[in-house]
């Protein structure tokens, strides 16, 4: 074995040896409630850097420009700081929050600025415009008062500044969001690990592709419904992009698409993960905290929405793909679904049912719901991959037989080390805007610039989003923008929870926005495709997630509660969804004056159903959608031209 490989094995051991502590800690936990979340969350924040950090050092990605003995030595004084931190901050923990708290020691600064030192520079390494925003906002804290205007304040002193960021637990890198990735958060990721290591979500994709084996024409559907299949456990478009991507994106361009329109349909269908209960992306999570309801009441709701949205993705890759179907031929896709994968599809299936059964009928906390499915799901799945592997190979080899259990917690660890370090920092930032009232003054800006006109201060909030959401993640676009928008939108009489899924969606449109969107960048890598090219279509196919962001305010019911009002709402955006993506994709007729007339009248009709208040003129708006729609499905496809490769 070579010299530089021997450390990296070291690493590859130690890692894993942490991460199966960290595994059984949180099991621990979550059967226990020992010690309450902000306990955890001390002891766990530090181990949660200390896997980054091993995680970087086996696979070169700490500071590859440095050498390997200098990796050692750094890795080695961050993992002696975290045990410090970890160690310190748990014999002290009763101390710091009752008899220190408010006044606290020199000692518990210092413990405490090393870990956000620390989780400083995982942002910078993973999110270097979080990072920047960070600093920006710390030096905003302390020299507030170089600052002119309505945003000038007499500035806070340092002790203050470093206390609110780490020992204060209200905010800082111990806070309520770090503990919601390692509690709630986290109970959901065991499961998703599950599903991974013992191949489900394998199995998955191959039944989408099964689905459309018996027509290339509908191959590009095979990347919608693994998306959707996937997204129900996901929670991530990217993690949705990298697992469905890399089995639809080249059969696709193997039947003839273009690359970039593949990893557009993969991208689109992927953002899905973001939305789609029961499993739904980070700030779903963050919304039920804080919104103060059961994650539950959030998944409730969110099915609605994110159906429409994977309609509207449907109809549109139905439409774009049309264009393409005298060029796409036969493709072999995956092989025959074998007993196997059939096991894990009931699996799949149980993971979904029970986790909405458990959440539902039975009423038990969301945490303890996602522990008790993992239990359900991974026992069988382990009897009958160990009987299955027997039977194969006639041997006990043990490397074999615990392949599936190491990746389950290789992956846990990763997933909920990324997560934990990522809400760690979003805590930074949030302790900054809290103690320093920035909301509150923004807040005050949008109520004078939009005036009493909903309307305006909905387009306000918008513009504010999304420039927000070019530069950050869904998660810390989620929770600046409702930090900014929820009290004056509130304050004139929106419904908070309106408020909170049109500032969810506006996060998951940031992951379109360049240059953040990691979902764009996984398909267009997958694809060999222009990332630029990939997101611009990605747009036109994504328009119902345009569409569920001012849905929500001209029919709030699809949101505020679940029920018969809810499915009244459901299907009128719906309808309107399918007519304006008819509207924006489809070819009514072969001349230019008809077709634009065509489009204009269904657009039009689809925005009377989006937005009249006289549910009887929306209802009855319905009827010419329909029959264009129709007439197309009839007539209008024999016109549709096949786009010249020079366009593509």
């Given amino acids: 074995m070579s010299a530089p490989a021997k450390p990296a094995r070291a690493a590859e051991m130690l890692y894993f040896l942490v991460a199966a502590f960290f595994l059984v800690y949180l099991l621990r936990y979550y059967l226990t409630g020992l010690g309450g979340p902000t306990l955890l969350a001390m002891t766990l924040v530090p181990v949660a850097f200390i896997l980054f950090t091993l995680d970087s050092l086996r696979t070169n990605a700490l500071y590859p420009k440095l050498g390997p003995l200098a990796n050692q030595v750094i890795a080695t004084v961050y993992v002696a700081v975290c045990l410090v931190v970890a160690v310190y901050m748990t014999v002290e923990y009763e101390a710091i929050g009752t008899v220190r708290a408010g006044i606290f020691s020199r000692t518990d600064l210092v413990i405490g600025t090393l870990m956000v030192a620390l989780v400083m520079e995982y942002a910078r390494k993973k999110y270097f415009a979080l990072f920047v925003l960070n600093v920006l906002l710390i030096l905003y804290t302390a020299y507030g008062w170089l600052v002119p205007g309505l945003f000038g304040h007499p ?94 994106i080249p059969a696709m361009i193997a039947s003839g698409l273009p690359r970039v329109n593949a990893a557009a349909i993969e991208t689109a269908s992927s953002l899905g993960g973001q939305l789609m209960p029961p499993v739904m992306g ?52 995956a092989e025959r679904i074998s007993f196997s994968d059939g096991i894990n599809l009931l699996a799949y299936l149980a993971v979904v049912a029970g986790l909405v059964v458990l959440m539902a009928v039975t009423g038990l906390p969301a945490m303890l719901a996602a522990l008790r499915v993992f239990g359900w799901v991974t026992v069988p799945l382990s009897v009958i991959f160990v009987v299955t592997t027997y039977r194969t190979y006639r041997s006990w080899d043990l490397r074999r037989l615990a392949a599936p259990f190491r990746e389950l917690v290789d992956g846990f660890a990763a997933m909920t080390t990324e997560l934990t370090l990522l809400l ?129 305010f001209a029919r709030p019911q699809l949101v505020v509660e679940p029920g018969v009002a809810q499915l009244g709402a459901f299907g009128l955006i719906l309808v309107a969804t399918v007519g304006i993506v008819f509207s924006l994709q489809a070819s009514f007729s072969e001349r230019r004056v008809r077709d634009l007339a065509a489009r204009s009248a269904l657009a039009g009709f689809s925005l009377v159903v989006l937005f009249h208040p006289s549910t009887e003129l929306a209802v009855l708006a319905m009827v010419p959608i329909g029959a264009l729609v129709g007439y197309w499905l009839v007539k209008g496809r024999t016109g549709v031209a096949v786009e010249e490769a020079g366009a593509v």
């Avoid at 805590?427 to 900054?432: E, L, N």
């Avoid at 929870?497 to 990691?518: I, M, N």
């Avoid at 694809?527 to 279509?537: E, V, Y």
């Fill in 424 to 552: 760690a920092t979003l805590s930074v930032m949030t302790g900054a805007f809290v103690i320093t009232g920035i909301p509150t003054k923004v807040g005050f800006i949008m109520m004078e610039a939009a005036g009493v006109n909903l309307v305006a201060m909905i387009l306000v909030a918008f513009v504010f989003g999304a420039i927000v959401g070019t530069g950050l993640p869904p998660a810390p676009t989620y929770v600046i923008t409702v930090l900014v928008i929820a009290p004056p939108m509130i304050k004139a009489g929106v419904d908070p929870w309106v408020v909170h899924f049109f500032a969810f969606f506006l996060g998951v449109w940031g992951e379109l926005t360049p240059p953040t969107s990691v979902t764009a960048a996984v398909a267009a890598r997958i694809a060999d495709a222009s990332f630029m090219g990939t997101l611009l279509r990605a747009l036109r196919l994504c328009v119902g997630l345009f569409v569920l962001m001012g849905a929500i």
């Fill in 282 to 333: 980070i700030s779903a999570f963050l919304m039920a905290d804080f919104l103060g309801r059961s994650y539950f009441d959030v998944v409730a709701r969110g099915y609605a929405p994110a159906l429409i949205y994977y309609a509207g993705v449907t109809v549109g890759v139905y439409l774009l793909a049309a264009r393409y179907r005298a060029r796409t031929g036969a493709v072999s896709l």
């Fill in 155 to 248: 500035g806070l002193g340092w002790t203050r500044v470093l206390s609110a960021m780490s020992v204060e637990m209200a905010t800082g890198v111990f806070s309520r969001l770090p503990q919601l990735a390692l509690t709630l958060i986290g109970s959901f990721m065991l499961v998703l690990s599950a599903l991974r290591a013992f191949g489900c979500v394998d199995s998955i994709l191959k039944a989408a592709s099964r689905v459309a084996a018996r027509s290339p024409h509908a191959l590009p559907q095979a990347a919608v419904l693994g998306s959707f299949g996937v997204g129900m456990v996901s929670g991530s478009g990217a993690a949705n992009a990298a697992t469905t991507g890399s089995a639809t």
